[in-house]
Nanobody
């Protein structure tokens, strides 16, 4: 069974930083990513990473501010978030595709494994 558990969320003032972590078990790293869902909006991909090449991709709204990384020794997926803005507020989810995909960056993986999510709140 694949299990994804997020941690690191919280409340921070605009301009602050948070680091999210996702502990993965039962999954061989290939393609993983972070998604978020703001109130009243659809869930969207924030960042993705391909384990085989270390290639990363980011939503335009977070480029230059967020960094996705992997620690294969610890089997964790991390998201460093700097210069946070109120519009970054939302529930953040760690995710992985159920089936192999050759389009990891898009986040359009079909069926996905999901973590329970961790709340990020950025106040002005």
């Amino acid at each position: 069974q694949v299990r994804l558990v997020e941690s690191g969320g919280g409340s921070v003032q605009a301009g602050g930083s948070l680091r999210l972590s996702c502990a993965a078990s039962g999954y061989t790293y290939y393609c993983m990513g972070w998604f978020r869902q703001a109130p009243g909006k659809e869930r969207e991909v924030v960042a993705a990473i391909v384990d085989s090449y270390g290639s990363t991709s980011y939503a335009d709204s977070v480029k230059g501010r967020f960094t996705i990384s992997k620690d294969n020794a610890k089997n964790t997926l991390d998201l460093q978030m700097n210069s946070l803005k109120p519009e970054d507020t939302g529930m953040y989810y760690c995710a992985a595709p159920l089936f192999r995909t050759y389009d990891c960056a898009s986040g359009s993986w079909g069926q996905k494994y999901w973590g329970q999510g961790t709340q990020v709140t950025v106040s002005s």
